[in-house]
């Protein structure tokens, strides 16, 4: 799905004729989902009657639930604390992991009145928020591919990634748990001097016809 993986193969020892970089199936997923949403009747979602009552003004998203974010009291308030900070320059959408929602209760951390908090949503209604954020600030990893296809910055609230190429290449910023680098991170892109960012080679919703041309040309010579 991008170099890094290529190179991680080669030096596992696989043969280069047995590498083919194809691009991503979860773009495609995702490409396709973004022509399905035009066309639905988004009315019903939870997400959209929020957008209405947003009406014009520009927003953030939030996802957390890794571990070693929310798990510990320490972790889970630093990071509050920036979100809080973010929040007052910029409401902040916050669909929460339940193990979240748990956490932050058991901590007894107020996330003040412009995080707006809300439940888990499905893939669509999701899709439906944050493709229209201003910026997004998550510990997922899929949604750090998803944003770097469609262009929506996001600051990724960890200290490592696995998928180096949204950073090297696309709308990523690698911005580490302490929140000064956080808020620096956020601070370019409201400021304008975010990392534009391209969507990377063969991200172009094309990745599973590659890959049945390739296992037929490989399967049947």
């Not at 009291?73 to 193990?99: G, M, N, T, W, Y």
């Not at 960012?197 to 990745?207: C, I, K, Q, S, T």
Request: with cysteine.
């Amino acid at each position: 799905t991008e170099p890094s993986g290529q190179q991680h193969l080669l030096q596992e020892g696989k043969p280069a004729s047995a590498i083919h970089y194809v691009g991503h199936v979860m773009v495609d997923n995702l490409l396709y989902q973004v022509e399905q949403l035009a066309r639905a009747d988004t009315s019903n979602f939870e997400t959209s009657q929020l957008k209405t009552s947003l009406g014009n003004q520009s927003y953030g998203v939030v996802t957390l639930h890794r571990p070693s974010n929310v798990d510990s009291p320490d972790a889970l308030e630093r990071i509050s604390l920036a979100l809080k900070q973010i929040a007052k320059r910029l409401p902040l959408v916050f669909p929460a992991h339940p193990r979240t929602q748990n956490n932050l209760k058991k901590f007894n951390i107020d996330l003040g009145p412009n995080i707006i908090l809300m439940g888990p949503q499905a893939y669509m209604p999701f899709l439906h928020l944050w493709k229209d954020a201003t910026l997004v600030l998550t510990d997922s990893g899929g949604l750090q591919e998803e944003t770097t296809a469609l262009g929506v910055p996001c600051v990724t609230i960890r200290k490592n990634t696995e998928r180096p190429v949204t950073v090297e290449e696309g709308t990523n910023t690698l911005a580490g748990t302490r929140p000064e680098r956080i808020l620096a991170a956020v601070d370019d892109i409201l400021g304008g001097r975010g990392k534009q960012g391209r969507r990377p080679h063969l991200w172009d919703g094309n990745a599973a016809r590659r890959i049945v041309e390739i296992l037929t040309r490989e399967l049947h010579p």
